[in-house]
């Protein structure tokens, strides 16, 4: 159900238009990653990285459905600010304390737009020597020019719409929705 006119006035007058994945639809594709994982690492320490802001919802679904030992920790890094364009500058705000050297990173991410804040961050955690460096990413909307790492495990493919909910923004707005709807 979209959000009533008196809650859209709280949020900068941006409306929403349509949902585009529903709460079942993201919570059975959640639910097939979380098998996928959980087959492919029968070894050795995982640490899944989830990528603030915009993965906090998608990584607490995800974790619950991986079926194996592992540990969590964040990464804050920000691109986009108050624009619904990328500016192209990442901003690494916060660097995760768990050790990373000889684990296997799962790096989460909510969305993959232009590839730009992947492609700064696959380069410093490769320098962390991971025994692997891997990505999930929920969204994937398959429009970047060049990814230093492809994501491995992708939950849906989005269409270039600048989407909102479940954990994604417009200017800090509407992450708490429980589907992932597009804006006017
Ligand atoms: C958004 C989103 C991804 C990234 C994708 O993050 O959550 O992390 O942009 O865009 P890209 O592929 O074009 O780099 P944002 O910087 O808005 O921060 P947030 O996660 O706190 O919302």
Do not use: W
Request: glycine letters at 8%; one cysteine or more; hydrophobic letters at 40%.
């Amino acid at each position: 159900m979209l959000p009533s006119t008196a809650q859209l006035k709280q949020t900068g007058g941006r409306e929403l238009k349509r949902i585009v994945f529903d709460e079942e639809t993201i919570a059975e594709r959640v639910q097939a990653l979380g098998r996928e994982i959980t087959a492919a690492y029968p070894d050795g320490d995982l640490l899944v990285l989830g990528l603030l802001k915009g993965s906090f919802i998608f990584l607490s679904d995800l974790v619950r459905r991986i079926d194996r030992p592992l540990q969590v920790d964040f990464l804050v890094a920000s691109s986009y600010g108050e624009g619904t364009v990328s500016s192209g500058k990442v901003r690494l705000v916060y660097d995760p304390e768990t050790e990373l050297a000889g684990k296997h990173i799962l790096l989460v991410e909510d969305i993959i737009d232009t590839g730009k804040t992947l492609n700064k961050l696959v380069g410093l955690l490769r320098q962390r020597r991971p025994r692997s460096l891997e990505i999930c990413a929920l969204l994937h909307k398959h429009v970047a020019d060049h990814l230093e790492l492809e994501a491995k495990f992708v939950g849906l493919d989005a269409p270039t719409l600048f989407l909102v909910g479940y954990g994604l923004d417009h200017a800090e707005n509407f992450r708490h929705l429980p589907y992932i709807a597009s804006l006017t």
